[in-house]
């Protein structure tokens, strides 16, 4: 609507607006406003000079935050309520929430997995503090059409990426579209890696 305010992820793509809405392009390139310049020991810098309290680990949720604090500041909000508001911030259920069980820290970010969202949930993996054995869990992306055997394939620069920040001790992988993977990382000799086609209910 005329007066309004769209905001959009600066990620490279052109965007589109109606006559008379402004637009503002949140995200870490020169071209963003706001501009995310430093993440650091769970505070978030914006190019305006401003600092919001985060303690949610993921470049990718950092630029989460910034969408809302850009979304917080057009609909009036104080910074210092922001900040209050971002201090306590936790993961949703399914997007990085983390539980313990039998002493083991569980990470569940499986919430309509994508490619883009696998690699951002492995590259924010290192980012979590661990005194003992990482294992990631994968299961198959679905609905990817003729092009699922090639971007279950790619997950591999993202699970390479991640061992090499942070060791992965072990992958497992479930389903028939993650045989290709597993038969990749054996053949390279990259990680261990195990596969089941589907799990029981006993598993």
Partial sequence: MPGGLAIVHEDGHAVDVPDGVGLLR????SDSIPR?????SGILTLDDGSCFEFPVPGPHHAVNAVAAITAARACGMKDSEIHAALAVSLPSDGRGAISTHGGIDFINDAYNANPDS??????????????????????????????????????????????MKS????????????????????????????????????A
């Fill in 26 to 29: 949140h995200g870490v390139s």
């Fill in 36 to 40: 995310l310049i430093s993440r650091a």
């Fill in 167 to 202: 060791p992965i001790g072990q992958v497992l992988l479930v389903g028939k579209e993650m045989a290709a993977l597993q038969k990749s990382l054996a053949c390279e000799n990259l990680l261990s890696a195990e596969h089941w086609e589907q799990l029981d209910d006993q």
């Fill in 118 to 163: 696998v690699a951002a949930a492995l590259m924010m993996f290192p980012e979590l503090e661990s005194s003992g054995r990482r294992v990631v869990i994968l299961g198959d992306m679905l609905e990817l059409g003729d092009q699922s055997t090639r971007l279950h394939l790619e997950l591999q620069s993202a699970l390479m990426q991640a061992h």
